[in-house]
T-cell receptor
């Protein structure tokens, strides 16, 4: 199956710093990637849809200036949590589809962010 | 945003028993998918059922879909300890987004 690589797996940072999370499709091109956020023992909440070569589409309630998404190539999307605060601590997961339409999603292994 | 509810929230069974999880959703869908997540990891796709299908099988998995009731069920037969994980239903909606349900945490005791 297709492989999505997410890096780093975990990160600890001080409040006020920015953190970048990378999501790469290793063996396929992904015109669209999706970023989710997950709190402990809860479901995945869609944050934004990342589109290669254009601006990301953010879900209602997600601050686009807080969570910067860049999809500069067909194999890489990045999520930057700017000026992180303890309430941003969460598990962030990216996903991508092979091709377009309604095919299944392939997920990265997730990034656990802890903001002190 | 979340699409719907899953039932039960948690399920504990003995190895060899069957596990049934239910999912309800709110809006019209193109398809419904089930995913599995081991603790602290990404999700793995299990099965996809399209809105015009009523039942689908994959190995020990059986999925049903009732679009009139906006509900789906996932049955895992002859469960194993390795099936211990969280299971999420997810619906394909407009804009090709996939929205996840609340999830069921399954614990299979050896």
């Amino acid at each position: 199956g297709a492989v999505v690589s997410q890096h780093p797996s975990w990160v600890i940072c001080k409040s006020g710093t920015s953190v970048k999370i990378e999501c790469r499709s290793l063996d396929f091109q992904a015109t669209t990637m999706f970023w989710y956020r997950q709190f402990p023992k809860q479901s995945l909440m869609l944050m934004a849809t990342s589109n290669e070569g254009s601006k990301a589409t953010y879900e209602q309630g997600v601050e686009k200036d807080k969570f910067l998404i860049n999809h500069a190539s067909l194999t890489l999307s990045t999520l930057t949590v700017t000026s992180a605060h303890p309430e941003d601590s969460s598990f962030y997961i990216c996903s991508a589809r092979v091709g377009t339409g309604w095919e299944k999603l392939f997920f990265g292994s997730g990034t656990q962010l802890s903001v002190l | 945003s979340q699409q719907g509810e899953e039932d039960p929230q948690a399920l504990s069974i003995q190895e060899g028993e069957n596990a049934t999880m239910n999912c309800s959703y709110k809006t019209s869908i193109n398809n419904l998918q089930w995913y599995r997540q081991n603790s602290g990891r990404g999700l793995v796709h299990l099965i996809l059922i399209r809105s015009n299908e009523r039942e689908k099988h994959s190995g020990r998995l059986r999925v049903t879909l009732d679009t009139s009731k906006k509900s789906s069920s996932l049955l895992i037969t002859a469960s194993r300890a390795a099936d211990t994980a969280s299971y999420f239903c997810a619906t394909g909606t407009g804009g090709f987004k996939t929205i996840f349900g609340a999830g069921t945490r399954l614990f299979v005791k050896a």
